[in-house]
Every structure is written in structure tokens, then in C-alpha cells.
């Protein structure tokens, strides 16, 4: 079975300051890897994804993350966050052969002026 | 990317009452629709996947009874939750996608936060 894990419940951060958040996920083959962000009153929306190819995976607004197959890691990167990326952010896990994603328990980001 | 909207965006019920919960793609056919729930500061869970115009597919541990899902068309999928009770109280979120592997993307809802006194 597939799972993840977002070891950082809340993630405060100065505007300006870079951003990382951290993902580990949990399956036998190739996953397919997912970020997603939610915004209060707004569904949630996708910052990327990796299939496969380029491990460096690059998204919308200024996010890009990285997988490492060696950590079963997809961790998250921002350079300098804007105040506009407070919101909670979601990893996801799926597989070619479902269509199900399984998600990780979300880090909530501030951002301080 | 394609829009789906969620009606209500929030609803009050008394114990013991149904609730009706609509998804809709409104720019694309969703042939699949997902529905998730997600309790404060915890993960998104799949309750069910419908396909339209055949059952839905129900998770471990989820009522089927309970939840009723029906997905009429290619744009509406409902969620009926029938004799709410307090421990119904969630945020339900729905999502809709065009394929039928996470290499197709699937797009959310804003969801509907439920309390049921």
C-alpha cells in the first residue's frame, strides 16, 4: 500500500525567505508524486508533479521539488515565498495502474512580514 | 485548469436529517468523480469513486448506505448523507478527473464544510 508522510505539521517563514517542505512516501515501485496546495475557500490546486525523467521537477508559481528515489523523498522548494503562498500544502502518491491518490497529512506555512 | 464547483460551500443540519452535496465539472466530461473527506489538520481520505452512469466504489469502512453517491452525468456527481449525526460533521471535498490513472489530473472541488447539530 502506498502512504506518505509530511513530517512538518506548521512551517512559519519570513517573506523573502526560502521554503522547503518535506515529503516521504511509502511504495514498492515507481510512484507517481504529487504537490498540491489549498487555499482557504479554494480547492485544491496543483504546484506539480513527477512521472518520471528529470528528478528536478519544476511547477507553478516559483515551486519546484526534487525526488530522490534513494529517500523516498519529494520534498518542496520555493526560493523566496510571497505572502500569497500561506495556505496549506498537501503531498500526494499514485501509481500508473490506479487512479487513487493518497495523500499526506499537510503542512500548514505562514508567512510573517 | 478545468473547474469544478461544489454546492453548498457550507450547511447546517439537524441530527437526524439527509444532506445533499453536488459536484460539478463545469468546462469538462468528468468520467470519474472521487469523494474525500477531511477532518481538521489531518489528510484528505477517499470515501468513494464513481464512474458515471455505474455504482460507485465505496472504501473500507465507508457506509454506502450512509453516503449515497450517484454520478448522473459526465459534469454532476452527488453526495447524499442520510440521518446526519454530529460525527458526520466534516469537510467533504469532491474531485473530477478525464482518465482513469493518477497520470490524469484530478481537479477539486473547494469543498463543503458539514455541521450537523
Known amino acids: 500500500a502506498q502512504s506518505v508522510t509530511q513530517p512538518d505539521i506548521h512551517i512559519t517563514v519570513s517573506e523573502g525567505a526560502s521554503l522547503e517542505l518535506r515529503c516521504n512516501y511509502s511504495y514498492g515501485a515507481t510512484p507517481y508524486l504529487f504537490w498540491y496546495v489549498q487555499s482557504p475557500g479554494q480547492g485544491l490546486q496543483l504546484l506539480l508533479k513527477y512521472f518520471s525523467g528529470d528528478t528536478l521537477v519544476q511547477g507553478i508559481k516559483g515551486f519546484e521539488a526534487e525526488f530522490k528515489r534513494s529517500q523516498s523523498s519529494f520534498n518542496l522548494r520555493k526560493p523566496s515565498v510571497h505572502w500569497s503562498d500561506a495556505a496549506e500544502y498537501f503531498c500526494?502518491?499514485?501509481?500508473?495502474?490506479?487512479?487513487?491518490?493518497?495523500f499526506g497529512a499537510g503542512t500548514t506555512v505562514t508567512v510573517r512580514a | 485548469g478545468a473547474v469544478v464547483s461544489q454546492h453548498p460551500s457550507r450547511v447546517i443540519c439537524k441530527s437526524g436529517t439527509s444532506v445533499k452535496i453536488e459536484c460539478r465539472s463545469l468546462d469538462f466530461q468528468a468520467t470519474t468523480m472521487f469523494w474525500y473527506r477531511q477532518f481538521p489538520k489531518q489528510s484528505l481520505m477517499l470515501m468513494a469513486t464513481s464512474n458515471e452512469g455505474s455504482k460507485a466504489t465505496y472504501e473500507q469502512g465507508v457506509e454506502k448506505d450512509k453516503f449515497l453517491i450517484n454520478h448522473a452525468s459526465l459534469t454532476l456527481s452527488t453526495l447524499t448523507v442520510t440521518s446526519a449525526h454530529p460525527e458526520d460533521s466534516s469537510f467533504y471535498i469532491c474531485s473530477a478527473t478525464s482518465g482513469l490513472s493518477s497520470y490524469n489530473e484530478q481537479f477539486f472541488g473547494p469543498g463543503t464544510r458539514l455541521t450537523v447539530l
Open positions: 500526494a502518491v499514485g501509481s500508473p495502474n490506479d487512479y487513487k491518490l493518497s
